[in-house]
């Protein structure tokens, strides 16, 4: 019977890695998916789900995907991509040391919300205030929101948070920046949001306004601009974890890894639409320029 993993994740895609190892998908190696979108009360079944089948190896890649793995398992090896402290979450007892039956990827997504504040700030240096766009109904939210709210404090900059947790409410909360006149809008570190990437896209071009995103997609759908974690090192990473695992590796002794690759990528396509100018110290900094 082929090694089995789970992917229990409220967005995300399948983690290379794994075929480095004689791992070839349909043959020896199969992945069974169970996705919430969005709806987080709905993780912890079906991570529950996935314990009973059962598979060999849980793959994380949220916050809230990473809780549920963990409160449905303490034995079934569990590989996680987190965008919060994984000691603090209690995934592992340190990062060089796990402990238990968890170990990953460690992302400092809150901690580069400075740098989109930053980023938004030097788009719009004249704007009153900035918008930030929130998913109230994921764990790690409260967390972001205090994180912005104190960078925005320090700066003396105003903001204006809407939330939305549904397409409709995505609706609403992009005309609340656009009734606000907001100077720019930062979306939130959501995997619900970022499966609505689309429709976020389409509103703050149709509304004209400059928005911030945290990863590359974004920018390569048509957002304006993005800057966080190089996410094709990290999904790599555990996918080559989660190999090692079924090779007979222990989490316990593969410590977690933290990301170091950032990337910032503009696009000058979406922001002669907007009628807007990246400084010349943003663009002297970006990774990628689509033009």
């Known amino acids: 019977m082929p090694a089995s993993a789970a992917v229990c994740r409220p967005s995300g895609c399948n983690p290379p890695g794994s075929q480095d190892f004689g791992f070839v998908e ?52 569990h590989v996680f991509l987190s965008q919060d402290d994984p000691v603090k979450l209690g995934f592992v007892a340190s990062l060089n040391k796990p402990a238990g039956n968890s170990t990953g990827v460690s992302l400092l997504t809150a901690e580069l919300a400075a740098k989109r504040v930053e980023v938004a700030r030097q788009l719009m240096p004249k704007a009153r205030h900035l918008a930030y766009l929130m998913n109230p109904l994921a764990p790690e939210a409260p967390r972001y929101l205090q994180e912005i709210e104190a960078i925005a404090r320090g700066l003396t900059q105003e903001l204006v948070v809407v939330k939305a947790s549904n397409p409709e409410q995505i609706d609403a909360a992009l005309a609340e920046v656009n009734r606000q006149r907001a100077g720019a809008l930062i979306v939130g570190i959501d995997g619900y949001l970022f499966s609505r990437r689309e429709q976020i896209i389409a509103l703050a071009a149709r509304d004209k306004i400059p928005a911030v995103y945290d990863r590359r997609p974004y920018a390569t759908a048509g957002g304006l601009v993005s800057y966080g974690e190089d996410l094709s090192g990290a999904y790599r990473q555990i996918g080559v974890y989660a190999a090692r695992i079924l090779k007979g590796e222990k989490p316990a002794d593969l410590p977690v890894v933290q990301s170091a690759k950032f990337e910032l990528v503009v696009n000058l396509r979406t922001a002669k639409a907007l009628g807007i100018e990246f400084p010349p110290q943003v663009l002297a900094l970006a990774n990628d320029v689509i033009e």
């Open 26 to 77: 349909g043959q020896n190696f199969e992945f069974e998916y169970a996705f919430a979108a969005g709806r987080f009360d709905e993780l912890p079944k079906l991570a529950s789900d996935l314990v009973r089948r059962p598979v060999a190896v849980i793959i994380s890649t949220g916050v809230g995907s990473g809780l549920a793995a963990k409160g449905a398992t303490s034995t079934i090896p």
